[in-house]
């Protein structure tokens, strides 16, 4: 069946920091990639997307690239805030023509420092 | 945009007793999935509609559990009897279905507490 794995967290930073936060995965066909940021006592936000390969989805400083080779959607930004401190999802759903379950990473927690 | 609404936002409750939790997806979305968040499972997917119709279940615990959707704009999800481990944060997610448009967009949960 379809699974994510992510890099253990958490993941603790200094302020204008590199964040890097590794995502791969394992699907039959093409799906489509996410990634969403759940703050605490809140619910989970899109963050960006891609739907298909060489794709960059990109929000907010956040960058990810769909990378069919070596199936992975790893998160990026070059500086971090300590606004960005939340809990990070990646997430994959099959491309069958109508809306289908999201498969989910276990998710890694960043907390970022001054 | 509202968003995808949920109610109630918290619920305490005591073993054996009924709970019904309520979603409000976003208006134009055709598709509609109930998650559960705990600390030791994750995020775990229990049931998606598409078009007011139920497409898989088989997340759905057991039976105590149950979820309707009975027009675009309404779906509910009720444990009876409740019980102690069923306590968690439950998330609806609404999606518009369309290709290049399959990202979920969740309600701020629902968190239960099973006395």
């Known amino acids: 069946g379809d699974s994510v794995t992510q890099m253990e967290g958490p993941v603790t930073l200094s302020e204008e920091a590199f964040l890097t936060i590794n995502c791969t995965y394992t699907?039959?066909?093409?799906?489509?990639l996410f990634w969403y940021v759940q703050y605490p006592g809140e619910g989970l936000q899109l963050l960006l997307k891609?739907?298909?390969?060489?794709d960059k989805g990109s929000n907010k400083g956040f960058e990810a690239t769909y990378r069919k080779e070596t199936t992975s959607f790893h998160l990026e930004k070059g500086s971090v805030q300590v606004s960005d401190s939340a809990v990070y999802f990646c997430?994959?759903?099959?491309?069958?023509?109508?809306?289908?379950?999201?498969?989910f990473g276990t998710g890694t927690r960043l907390q970022v420092t001054l | 945009d509202a968003g995808v609404i949920q109610s109630p936002r918290h619920e305490v409750t005591e073993m054996g007793q009924e709970v019904t939790l309520r979603c409000k997806p976003i208006?134009?979305?055709?598709?509609l999935f109930w998650y559960r968040q705990t600390m030791m499972r994750g995020l775990e997917l229990l049931i998606y509609?598409?078009?007011?119709?139920?497409?898989?279940d088989s997340g759905m615990p057991e039976d105590r559990f149950s979820a309707k959707m009975p027009n675009a704009s309404f779906s509910t999800l009720k444990i009876q009897p409740s019980e102690p481990r069923d306590s968690a944060v439950y998330f609806c997610?609404?999606?518009?279905?369309?290709?290049?448009?399959?990202?979920?967009?969740f309600g701020p949960g629902t968190r239960l507490t099973v006395t």
């Open positions: 509609f598409n078009n007011n119709v139920p497409i898989d």
């Open positions: 997610a609404s999606s518009s279905g369309q290709p290049g448009g399959y990202e979920q967009y």
């Open positions: 699907a039959t066909g093409y799906p489509s």
């Open positions: 208006s134009g979305h055709n598709s």
């Open positions: 997430a994959l759903t099959r491309n069958t023509g109508t809306a289908s379950k999201l498969t």
């Open positions: 891609a739907t298909k390969a060489d």
